[in-house]
């Protein structure tokens, strides 16, 4: 990569790159990976990831030399006098998260969201720190198999907890998948072993019902005349293995094995496409969820809606902009794919950067003010699980919420006084207990008294980590 460069950057980007290689190289010298190649080849394919993620100059640098630090005599302040500030702050965040790990890595899961903090606190200044740290695991899960056996277990489970919940968080799906998958391999040796053979068994008679389905797809939608890319989507092996623990099924019955994207310009051709699809294929009751009113908090946008194309032939079927397809794919990462567009940005693109910083800010600011590990990492688990509910306020503004949160959480998230002195709600205009399970729709009303103050009691029912983490603290200031 360093040789022949990276195609979407300048040619002054270029220069940098090849010292930084240079650099890299120089300073392993001898050192050699696990499996028997030169250390090199490690830095080298995680900044090939980032280059994959269109990162910036600086981000590939730091790729390049991200171990120099952790691995051999190179002092910060010689990256910093060699390859500038950026580089060598970035080099250094990642080389703590490393010491962070290795401290870690032989004790409970509870202290190693200890960690997780930390490593999350230390990149509110530069989320491309985790970036690249996400880059770095995806190269180690790879060659994980040079490793002994209790080791490769180790660093697996670590990936499955704490790496895989972190990049679907910024809405990085490829990198998700690809974790996990490689986390299954390890854990799951046998399964990931017999769920690959069976998969690829069938694989061509798949892909001749996958380009059928497509056809098919694409001669309702031709009339429409408008822009529209269509391409057939295998699962990954982890979401097949998820499916048939959910649905205690067999893989034999695991019915949509693959599925049907649809990409096109516009919200309103997204909808135009979607009406002509319900109206030649049956959806699927219940099927249907529409990401594009409604965004995930990593601000996921697509239509998604599963459709019976003939009696039991069942596809899943995605449809989105190409934009929105392109921050499912690169998530966070997005912002500098963005700042490299340059002026072409739109408001909407940049209104999209700082939804995501907010989100950022949000998990910070909950992070510190949890004392518990525990309650860190249940916190992380429950903000990266996908089951929401939509609330209204009394205004009619959508609140998104964990399933399973109690107009306690609701207040809470509108304000935290409204938390503080909540002493009652009306669901629907109907009086509720506060431990009442909010459902989407429900319209929710707090009311408040003076001098109200919170109960231990919701701390056994609240479902946000942000309530949680307030009452915690209104006690802990408080004390009876
Ligand atoms: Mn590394």
């Known amino acids: 990569m360093a040789q022949n460069a990276v195609s979407y950057l300048s040619s002054a980007a270029q220069e940098p790159l090849r010292r930084a290689f240079e650099f890299s190289k120089r300073a392993h010298a001898e050192q050699l990976r696990a499996g028997g190649d030169p250390f090199v080849t490690h830095p080298l394919a995680v900044a090939k990831i980032l280059s994959e993620l269109h990162l910036d100059a600086v981000t ?9 630090i952790e691995d051999t005599q190179v002092t910060r302040e010689e990256l910093k006098a060699e390859f500038g500030d950026e580089v060598a702050a970035i080099v250094e965040g990642v080389t703590k998260i490393d010491r962070l790990e290795q401290m870690v890595a032989d004790r409970a899961i509870t202290e190693q969201a200890e960690n997780w903090r930390k490593m999350l606190i230390a990149t509110a200044k530069d989320v491309r720190v985790i970036l690249l740290k996400l880059a770095d695991r995806r190269h180690n899960m790879e060659t994980l198999g040079a490793l002994p056996e209790q080791k490769r277990r180790r660093i697996s489970e670590e990936t499955l907890n704490l790496y895989v919940p972190l990049a679907q968080r910024l809405g990085m799906y490829g990198l ?100 002509a699809v319900h109206s030649n294929f049956k959806p699927v009751p219940d099927s249907f969820t529409d990401y594009i009113a409604i965004p995930k908090n990593n601000l996921y946008q697509s239509l998604h809606t599963t459709v019976e194309m003939a009696p039991g032939d069942i596809v899943e079927v995605q449809i989105r ?35 995501k910083m907010d989100w950022l800010k949000a998990t910070l600011e909950w992070l510190e003010e949890s004392s518990d590990p525990k309650e860190v990492l249940d916190g992380l688990k429950t903000e990266l699980e996908f089951d929401q509910v939509f609330v209204f306020t009394p205004k009619g503004e959508v609140k998104k919420l964990p399933a399973g949160s109690t107009p ?31 459902v989407s729709g429900d319209r929710c009303e707090i009311q408040t008294r003076k001098g109200q103050h919170p109960h231990k009691d919701w701390l056994d029912f609240v479902r946000t980590p942000r309530a949680r983490s307030k009452i915690r603290k209104y006690f802990r200031e408080n004390p009876a």
């Open 321 to 355: 902009t190409e934009e929105m397809h392109s921050i499912a794919e690169y998530g966070v990462a997005a912002h500098w794919r963005y700042k490299l567009t340059g002026p072409t940005s739109t408001q909407g693109k940049r209104d999209t950067v700082e939804a």
């Open 408 to 438: 306690v959480d609701f207040a809470f998230d509108v304000h935290t006084d409204l938390g503080f002195s909540c002493m009652g709600a009306k669901v629907n205009d109907k009086m509720v207990r506060l431990d009442y399970k909010l």
């Open 176 to 275: 998700k998948h690809d974790l996990a998958d490689l986390s299954l391999k390890y854990l799951e040796p046998q399964v990931y072993a017999e769920l690959e053979s069976k998969m690829s068994a069938n694989r061509e008679q798949r892909e001749v019902h996958l380009k059928t389905s497509v056809d098919k797809i694409e001669s309702v939608l031709k009339p429409l005349n408008i822009p529209i890319h269509i391409s057939a989507r295998p699962k990954s092996i982890h979401s097949v293995y998820r499916k048939m623990l959910r649905q205690n099924k067999p893989f034999e019955e695991i019915q949509d094995l693959s599925g049907v994207r649809i990409l096109t310009d516009t919200v309103e051709h997204c909808y135009a496409i979607l009406s």
């Open 60 to 68: 590939l640098q730091a790729g390049l030399l991200h171990d120099v």
